[in-house]
């Protein structure tokens, strides 16, 4: 299936989020690089027992805790990093750390959010690709885009139920925080997760088609073919009804000298 998807001229990335319920192991890194073509690059979701500041009734063993390894490099780099490097150097695109939505009772403010990812990314190698998803809104603060800054961290423009659409969060001052472009076009903003599925599937065709949305991308390629800078952009089934088909809509927009 991987060396399938790999050689569909469309596809030039893939995202691997099953990283983001277990990282994977040694010999999981070493098979997927056997399947993919030289250089094929890869954006891997990372660990979220990394990103989850306090865990939610869906664990329910740790329930309501506090998560110690809440943004622990030395944890990050031990089980995720070092890994990769060893079997999956050549492959590794950007590593994207999704944070769920944060409650307002839980003490993480914008700024001390942003304050957490300075010192976090400050004790990271240097020679990493890094990126940050948020679905708090109002973590879009210039505090969080100078951090990320500092660090060649990039912003995720995401595509999400309770985050502004992704040309207003290109718009914002600072947005273009690293030398790379991610985005993830996951959800129309307003829908939730649990509805897309029941109006998409099996999603063998695009049933709602989303013009803001593919305008949105078309933007971002034209962003990073203007700044020269590679875009990872990853869009999902449940966008309109069918990844490809998006993904084929948007490169129709696409003059050829940037398709």
Not at 209 to 225: C, G, K, M, N, W
Not at 252 to 258: F, K, N, S, V, Y
Request: aromatic share 12%; glycine share 6%; charged share 20%.
């Amino acid at each position: 299936m991987l060396e399938e998807y790999a050689r569909f001229p469309l596809f030039r990335t893939v995202g691997i989020d099953s990283s983001f319920y277990a990282p994977p192991t040694d010999e999981v890194l070493a098979s997927y690089a056997e399947r993919l073509p030289p250089g094929f690059p890869c954006v891997s979701k990372v660990w979220n027992q990394l990103t989850v500041q306090t865990f939610t009734r869906a664990d329910k063993a740790r329930a309501g805790r506090v998560n110690a390894d809440f943004l622990n490099p030395d944890l990050f780099i031990e089980a995720v990093y070092e890994p990769y490097n060893r079997h999956f150097a050549s492959h590794a695109g950007p590593f994207v750390f999704e944070f769920q939505s944060v409650g307002r009772g839980s003490g993480v403010t914008p700024d001390r959010f942003a304050g957490r990812l300075d010192e976090f990314f400050s004790a990271l190698p240097r020679e990493g690709m890094y990126a940050v998803e948020i679905r708090n809104e109002e973590f879009l603060t210039p505090m969080y885009f100078a951090v990320l800054r500092e660090h060649g961290v990039a912003h995720v423009f995401n595509s999400w139920t309770r985050m502004p659409p992704i040309g207003d969060q290109l718009d914002l001052p600072g947005s273009l925080s690293g030398a790379f472009i991610v985005a993830r076009a996951l959800l129309r903003p307003g829908r939730t997760y649990d509805e897309a599925v029941d109006i998409f599937a099996p999603y063998d065709r695009i049933q709602d088609p989303s013009p803001p949305l593919r305008q949105d991308l078309l933007r971002l390629i034209e962003t990073a073919v203007r700044a020269r800078i590679p875009a990872y952009l990853l869009v999902n089934n449940r966008a309109e009804g069918s990844a490809p088909l998006t993904v084929a809509e948007v490169l129709r927009l696409l003059p050829p000298a940037a398709a």
